[in-house]
C-alpha cells in the first residue's frame, strides 16, 4: 500500500490496550499498527456495505454457494 502524507492526532484509547500495544510494537510501531487496522476495518465495513445492497438487489446467497466459498483456502 503506498505511504501518502500523515498527519498527527490526537485518539483516546483504553489504557490497557495502549499498555499492550507499547510493549507490542513500541512507540513508533503502534502508530502504523493502529493505521494499518483502521485501513482493515474500513475495507471490512466497506465489503460488508456492499454485501448487503447485494442482498437487497438480488436476494440471499445460497448455502451451497456459502459452503463452497467457506471451503476455500484463506490466505495467511
Known sequence: MPVGRTVKRSITIDEDLDRQLS????????SRFLN????????RL????LLDRMDDEDGPIPEDIRA???ALPRPR
Open 46 to 49: 466497506d465489503m460488508a456495505g
Open 23 to 30: 510493549e507490542r510494537f513500541g512507540s513508533g510501531g503502534k
Open 36 to 43: 494499518d487496522v483502521a485501513r482493515e476495518e474500513l475495507a
Open 68 to 70: 463452497e466459498v467457506a
